[in-house]
């Protein structure tokens, strides 16, 4: 999970999606809101995709795991922070990620607690 964060946030889609099943499944509601998307990303398509919402949606965003929790089988909750800034609104929010596994890789990837999040 951490190369996953860490190819994220270092800007490598490519080798996060190494860790990914080919239909995986990425539930972001706070930046596909705001690139006016309402379903999920799905496939490695669709996390590139994400990954182009995500820099042309926010102009800074910081994701930080803070605690990884095992929960039933092949899921993983993790509670971390999002940080961000659109223009001169910042937000800074506590988030938890239900991570699901298949064969050893990442399947779907759900994000709550955000709330309401507009550009200024």
């Given at each position: 999970?951490?190369?996953?964060?860490?190819?994220?946030?270092?800007?490598?889609?490519?080798?996060?999606l190494?860790h990914?099943?080919?239909?995986?499944?990425?539930?972001?509601?706070?930046?596909?809101?705001?690139?006016?998307?309402?379903?999920?990303?799905?496939?490695?398509?669709?996390?590139?995709?994400?990954?182009?919402?995500?820099?042309?949606?926010?102009?800074?965003?910081?994701?930080?795991?803070?605690?990884?929790?095992?929960?039933a089988?092949?899921?993983?909750?993790?509670?971390?922070?999002?940080?961000?800034?659109?223009?001169?609104?910042?937000?800074?929010?506590?988030?938890t990620?239900t991570?699901?596994?298949r064969?050893?890789?990442?399947?779907?990837?759900?994000?709550?607690?955000?709330?309401e999040?507009?550009?200024?």
């Amino acid at each position: 999970m951490q190369s996953v964060y860490d190819a994220f946030t270092s800007g490598d889609v490519e080798a996060g999606l190494r860790h990914m099943t080919d239909d995986v499944v990425l539930d972001v509601e706070a930046t596909g809101r705001l690139a006016g998307r309402f379903e999920p990303y799905r496939g490695h398509d669709g996390i590139r995709e994400y990954f182009a919402d995500t820099q042309r949606v926010w102009d800074e965003l910081t994701i930080t795991p803070e605690t990884f929790t095992p929960a039933a089988d092949g899921v993983v909750l993790i509670r971390g922070l999002a940080e961000g800034r659109i223009g001169p609104q910042k937000i800074r929010a506590q988030i938890t990620w239900t991570w699901t596994f298949r064969d050893g890789l990442v399947a779907s990837i759900h994000s709550s607690g955000i709330g309401e999040v507009r550009p200024a």
